[in-house]
């Protein structure tokens, strides 16, 4: 198991101004007393590590405004009934994107998926479980490869039949988009996930297979893609060995403001209300987690 060392220095790419007064909301609201450093850059969002008032660790995703590929991101969003009606307008696209990471972890924590917990989301900022140890996050897959590759390799197959059983298909899958962290590996970047009646889902889910098979197959495993397929479409696999895990967390009730998301196309500037920010105030990000990574709030 590895760690990635943290990068001190603040990027300013994503902090235009609409975005500046998103953080700017969640740092009044007390949802988080910091942000810190960078955790991962990529050409969508920017990922960084955030402490709460308490001390907790957290994990802040926001969403590029002005260099992400809306028409690529447009290619996932149509067909989803969660997100009809989305405008060609540039923070239209961002904020369905936002709330489609949001609602695609709800979905895959509820299924039992090994990935991170989704605890509020406004606009095009996402804040979730940070996955780490003492404020440095868990390397991937692609960085640190696997030392019980067979058992990582069920493991992210398992999650795959899982989440395609809650009627989700990642869509993005690879060793790239896991973290190893001590309880094994964690499915990260859900924002391309496609729900089963999407016109592409299976061939996404055939993509999603054919990365793990092909990233393992370096370690002997004998692992099959069109095997693995049909055990997922067709339900063959052991349903003990696919039982809904116990639930990660032991939440707050739900606020009468909404689920958890907030923003859109008449919130351009990062006003209106932070939906959700209760259902973490005073509350443990990890409590109630049996098979949460430890230290996954810091010391």
């Known amino acids: 198991m590895k760690v990635t060392k943290p990068e001190r220095k603040i990027e300013t790419g994503v902090f235009d101004r609409h975005t500046l007064l998103v953080i700017s909301k969640f740092l009044k609201k007390r949802v988080i007393e910091s942000l810190d450093y960078p ?10 590590h955030a402490t709460t008032l308490d ?15 809306f028409r690529a991101m447009e290619d996932y ?13 540039k923070f239209d696209i961002i904020n369905a994107w936002t709330r ?26 996402l804040i979730m479980e940070f996955l780490g140890v003492g404020g440095m ?18 493991s992210i197959l398992d999650d795959i039949a899982r989440m395609y059983r809650a009627g989700l298909v990642h869509a993005d899958i690879s060793e790239y988009n896991i973290m190893m962290t001590d309880k094994g590996p ?16 299976h061939e996404f889910l055939r993509r999603d297979i054919d990365n793990i ?13 069109e095997t693995e397929y049909q055990k997922i479409i067709s339900e063959e696999i052991e349903h003990g060995k696919l039982r809904r895990r116990k639930k990660k967390f032991q939440r707050e009730p739900e606020t009468p ?12 500037e990062g006003e209106g209300d932070i939906v959700g920010a209760g259902e973490i105030e005073g509350a443990d990000a990890g409590a109630g987690r049996d098979d949460a990574p430890e230290n996954v709030d810091g010391e």
């Open 39 to 48: 955790i991962s850059t990529g050409k969508e969002a920017d990922v960084f």
């Open 55 to 69: 001390g907790r660790n957290l994990a802040v995703k926001i969403f590029r405004i002005e260099t992400s590929t």
């Open 77 to 89: 969003l149509v067909s989803d009934p969660r997100f009809k009606g989305i405008s060609d307008n």
């Open 100 to 125: 489609k990471e949001f609602k695609n972890l709800q979905i895959m924590e509820e299924a039992g998926v090994h990935s991170p917990h989704p605890l509020i989301c406004h606009a095009n900022v």
């Open 137 to 154: 996050a868990y390397s991937t897959l692609f960085q640190a490869g696997s030392l019980a590759p067979e058992s990582d390799a069920r």
């Open 186 to 201: 964690y499915i990260i970047d859900a924002g391309q996930g496609v729900l089963i009646k999407h016109p592409k889902a």
């Open 213 to 225: 098979v092909r990233y393992f197959r370096k370690y002997s495993l004998g692992l099959d893609t």
């Open 257 to 268: 403001a909404g689920d958890g998301t907030g923003g859109g196309a008449d919130d351009e």
